[in-house]
């Protein structure tokens, strides 16, 4: 018999990159992710495992990198501005010919106000085409960066806002 593997987290800390998912699926990972600081770089579309619920604290990021892929989106829990200012939320990677690409990332609920952006595309949405709720409550959620945000298929609730202040949707 091998190592259990029920209810597994993996939490980054300390300020530095975190790429994750360069070979293979992370299924091990199955009791959720927490990002509390640093850039959490993912590289292939099952690079957060079985995963639920994914947090990102203040201060840190996940940079979902272009990785696209036909998964079921993952609700998160999400504050700040990230680890450099540029988005709790980002999407560094290439656009290339299939810029159309998800985050894992779309049920979201707002922790604190929230920024959320990078240079490429970032599309939420899941695979079913199933209403997203983003819950901002009493925050703010703010597009940054020069590229494009589209929440597919987005209910948002709460008093919050949501404001895009660089890019376009």
Do not use: H
């Not at 770089?41 to 990021?61: D, E, M, R």
């Not at 993952?74 to 290439?94: F, L, P, R, T, Y």
């Amino acid at each position: 018999d091998g190592p259990s593997t029920s209810n597994v987290i993996l939490t980054k800390t300390g300020k530095g990159l975190l790429v994750l998912g360069n070979s293979g699926n992370n299924t091990s990972i199955t009791g959720g992710v927490v990002v509390a600081e640093g850039c959490v770089k993912l590289t292939n579309k099952n690079a957060l495992g079985n995963a639920v619920p994914v947090q990102i604290k203040n201060g840190a990021t996940i940079d979902v990198n272009s990785i696209g892929g036909g998964y079921v989106a993952k609700s998160c829990s999400v504050s700040g501005n990230g680890w450099d200012g540029n988005g709790a939320i980002q999407n560094n990677g290439e656009a290339g010919p299939n810029y159309n690409q998800a985050t894992p990332l779309a049920a979201l609920t707002l922790a604190g106000n929230t920024s959320v952006g990078g240079s490429s595309q970032l599309v939420f949405i899941n695979s079913s085409y199933n209403a997203i709720p983003w819950e901002l409550g009493a925050y703010t959620l703010t597009k940054i960066g020069s590229g494009r945000l589209m929440p597919a298929n987005t209910t948002m609730t709460g008093t919050g806002r949501f404001i895009v202040s660089e890019g376009s949707l």
